[in-house]
């Protein structure tokens, strides 16, 4: 008889880690535990660097699984489409997975993962390498945020921006697609009560992640680095 899983209604799971951390135990595998599809995404991979971030994103989107709805982490398989999210195949022995979305993000030595019985989407930023004040402007511009970016000094601007970034690649991840991807114009969140959100941003020095998902969902994470995080709630301007 299969063992069936299924996370909890309207929650989603976040793990956040370092990538020298997860490629460190990835030293101890092999890459058998990756799927046909990821596999030839690996193959297509020429940057060293790239494929670190590959491999530990999928790896860690497994032991989020693993912890929350148990089994082996290397039992479970994801597809690997070229500019969309992943999907969560049948895992092996006999696990049947009941409707479970993951979203993967990395930036330069982060990574992360989220894990929903709902579409989810997830970005990780690293926000220490500084951005040039007239192209934020101009992104924010695209989102109609000018007047507000026009009134903050730089260093606001810069975290201002780094929200609205976070939250637009979150926000395309659920749908399936990225931001870079998809012709659709990014949109302007605004601040909102704990009640009414429809996303969270979390900042713990220069580090941002943001998680969107369709519904108001209570968000958990075992991991260390999660708790260091300060976190805000958003909806998209107009909602």
Known sequence: MPNEFALPENTVWVCVKHLARLSEE?????????????NLRLESMLSNSRRAQFLAGRYLVRNCLSAQLGGSWHTYHLSAPVGGSPRLLDAANGIVIQNIHVSISHSHDW???????????????????????ATIKQWMRDIDDSKVINERDESSAQRLFYEQWTLNEAWFKQLGVTQQNNV?????????SETDRRAIVGRAKNLYVAVYSSLASTVRSSDRAFANFSWSSWCINNQ
């Open 111 to 133: 990574v992360a993962c989220a894990v929903a019985p709902q579409e989810v989407g997830i970005d990780v930023e690293l926000s220490s390498r500084r951005r040039d004040f």
């Open 184 to 192: 659709t114009k990014p949109v302007a969140f605004r601040t909102c």
């Open 26 to 38: 990835l030293h101890r595998y092999d890459g058998a535990w990756l799927s046909r599809e990821e």
